[in-house]
Each structure stands twice: as C-alpha cells, then as structure tokens.
C-alpha cells in the first residue's frame, strides 16, 4: 500500500473527524474516577459517538488479519496493559492509569487519538510516566516538516523517554491514516534520524508512543487483543493524529478540552512567530 497524499478537502474531512475524537475523550473526563468500570465508559461513548456525532466508532468489530473481531467501541488499558485494552466490567480503582483509544469514523474519515488518566490521586511514579509519554509524543510531534524522515521523529522519541530511564514498546507504531484505520507508513516510535521516508506535505498519521516504566517486553493476553508489559510495570501511551502541511505539521486531533501542548512546544512556537 502506497502512502495517500490528502488533498485539502480530505485534510477538512479528517479535521472533522480528528475533533470529533478527541471530543468523545473530552466528554469522557468526567467520568474517569474511582468506582467506573470501563464497560461504563464504552458505553458512554458509543453512544456519544453514534447519537450524537452520527459518527461510527472504528474499534466496533475490527477484524484485521489474525485477530478475532474487536468487541467494544474505545480501548481502555489500564496500568500494565500497554494497547488494546478491551472494557470490561471490573471497577477502576484509585490509583490507577487508563489510556482509552478513540477513533471516530465520520463521512468515511478516520479520526484517532488517546489520552492517559490517573484515576484519582496517582503515585508520583505513575503521574511522572504518564506525563513524561506525553512530552515523549510532542517530542516526535515537533520533528515533523517537510524534508524530514520518520527516523527523525523515532529518535526523538526514544532519545528523549530512554534518557528517563524509561522502555519504548517496538511491536506497535503509530501509521498512517485517511479514509482506511490504519494504512501506510508505519511510524515507529525508535529509530536513527535520517532514515526511513521522507515527510512531504499531505502526509497524515498517527504518532502514539507506548512508554514502559520498566522493561520494554510485552506480551498478548489470551483475549486476543490486550497487550501487557511481560514484568508487569505501568505503561503509558498517547496519541494524536498529524498533518504534514508546507511548512510544518498540524495536529488534527484537538478539541476544546485537549491538553495544552508542553513548555517546549510553545515556546519554540513563540520564538517562530
């Protein structure tokens, strides 16, 4: 599969799409708490995403080759779960971390994002990991322009989290997206700057890092679908979905309750402008 170059009314669809997703997980805040199960929350946003998005959402029976059908509408992966959470009815308690995955499909565009929560008063261990993924995925972010390659942004990545003392999870990668869930390139959160493809304008995707606190070997659970750190230590992941434009990089995937971007985003905006 070649890499699809969007063209300016795609870039418009995918906007839509993008906001819309990130939305659901503005919706969803205020109910990540002690006590909520995450079969709670999915139904909370399918029928956020269907009743009032008119939207359909992407992860509902999901069926890539190998995989049984995904059966719930978001991923939520909780604590040592690294991807591919699937809702279950099992109360979160304080103390946890929980991504959930979003992926809205509107007027056949693709919008996909995550977040990381603490649910309730984390540890400071478990907050420093969640924020230190999200730096890590802005780290990437900001490496995107034309000319660039996506080793650039998996270097970044990885320089930045293994200077922490933290793992990058290898068998996952952020990808490209459009009108199909997941479609060329792979963007891998690892790598040497320089190598792999050349960015060029109407290239979209996904950057998603999936940050261990301790080793970076994982393991499938035997639902078919959730991915575990093999020593059991937390993982952290975000996501958003990215636009190579003329003269650098927008994020599609933004919404009124997004977090604002880090320090070192804005002030090297700052310093641009």
Not at 2 to 11: E, F, L, P, S, Y
Not at 23 to 40: I, S, Y
Not at 158 to 173: D, K, L, M
């Amino acid at each position: 599969m070649a890499i699809t170059i969007k063209t300016a009314a795609d870039v418009e669809g995918m906007r839509i799409a993008g906001r819309l997703a990130s939305e659901v997980l503005d919706m969803l805040t205020p109910h990540v708490k002690p006590g909520v199960t995450t079969n709670e929350l999915d139904k909370l946003a399918h029928d956020y995403i269907v009743n009032v998005q008119q939207g359909i959402p992407a992860p509902l029976n999901y069926c890539p080759p190998g995989y049984i059908p995904y059966p719930k509408s978001i991923c939520t992966s909780v604590n040592q779960q690294v991807c591919h959470g699937i809702p279950n009815d099992k109360a979160l308690k304080n103390g946890d971390i929980v991504n959930i995955d979003v992926t809205v499909i509107k007027d056949g565009w693709h919008g996909d994002t995550s977040r990381m929560f603490v649910v309730g008063d984390g540890s400071i261990a478990a907050k420093r990991l969640c924020a230190f993924t999200y730096d890590a995925m802005w780290k990437g972010i900001a490496k995107v322009k034309p000319g660039a390659r996506l080793g650039d942004i998996g270097h970044a990545i990885q320089t930045f989290a293994e200077n922490a003392g933290f793992s990058i999870v290898r068998e996952f990668c952020g990808h490209g997206i459009g009108q199909v869930f997941h479609e060329e390139p792979q963007v891998l959160h690892y790598g040497r700057p320089g190598t792999l493809d050349e960015l060029v304008p109407g290239m979209m995707f996904t950057i998603e890092p999936m940050i261990n606190a301790g080793r970076r070997e994982i393991r499938e659970t035997g639902d078919g679908w959730t991915i575990v750190t093999k020593d059991r230590s937390l993982s952290a992941q975000w996501e958003h979905t990215i636009l190579v434009t003329e003269t650098g990089y927008e994020v599609m995937t933004l919404s009124a309750g997004s977090p604002p971007p880090p320090a070192f985003i804005t002030a090297a905006a700052a310093a641009t402008a």
